[in-house]
């Protein structure tokens, strides 16, 4: 009776041990879980800071070529209207230009509305009242061009389907040399 008495507690005393041990198991399992949700918060972030920073850094260097592509345009533009104002008619200009010829009213279009806004704003204030011309703007181009360069740099995009030059759309590139004018470039 005492033996099995002392199997009985020793069956006991070895179930007790292998729960305790299966609980450890679990503790530390929970433990693991704790610590990897943990690094998997933190790297998440990391991740988004580093994302939203990129993205900034890409808004900037698109807001920067919009600007840059605006000035270009400006200089086409006005090219366009001097070569007109040689006595050229739109043909003639696109011909030179190797663009369209609506592509040469598009461009001399920039160049009237920048123009009659230019004289529009040194006439009238924004509430009517009389501004002298001296306050006009130095460049009556400024501003032009900034809404249809950003629509070409989204049309430009490859992502996008983006145009090719002389397709049509107001994207306009004068040739460097007579190689690149021929595409032996």
């Known amino acids: 009776m005492i033996e099995r008495l002392e199997r009985s507690r020793n069956r006991f005393r070895e179930r007790r041990a292998a729960a305790a041990q299966r609980e450890q198991v679990v503790a530390s399992a929970v ?4 610590h990897a949700w943990h690094a998997i918060r933190g790297l998440e972030q990391a991740r988004d800071d580093e994302i939203a920073a990129l993205e900034q850094q890409i808004n900037t260097i698109r807001q920067h070529a919009t600007s840059e592509i605006a000035t270009q ?3 086409q533009a006005l090219a366009a209207v001097m070569i007109r104002e040689q006595g050229h008619r739109d043909d003639d200009v696109a011909d030179l230009l190797e663009i369209t010829p609506k592509q040469v009213r598009q ?3 920039l160049v009237n509305t920048a123009t009659s806004r230019a004289a529009v704003s040194s006439t009238t204030a924004d509430d009517g009242s009389a ?3 001296d306050s006009a703007p130095a460049d009556p181009l400024s501003g ?3 809404s249809a360069a ?3 740099a989204e049309r430009d995009l490859p992502s996008k389907g983006g145009t090719a030059p002389n397709s049509g759309s107001a994207n306009v590139d004068i040739p ?3 190689s690149e004018r021929d595409g032996l470039v």
């Open 73 to 75: 345009r400006r200089q």
């Open 131 to 133: 501004v002298s011309p």
């Open 176 to 178: 460097q040399s007579a």
């Open 150 to 152: 950003k629509q070409q």
């Open 107 to 109: 461009l001399i279009g």
């Open 31 to 34: 433990e693991e879980y704790i």
């Open 144 to 146: 032009i061009g900034e």
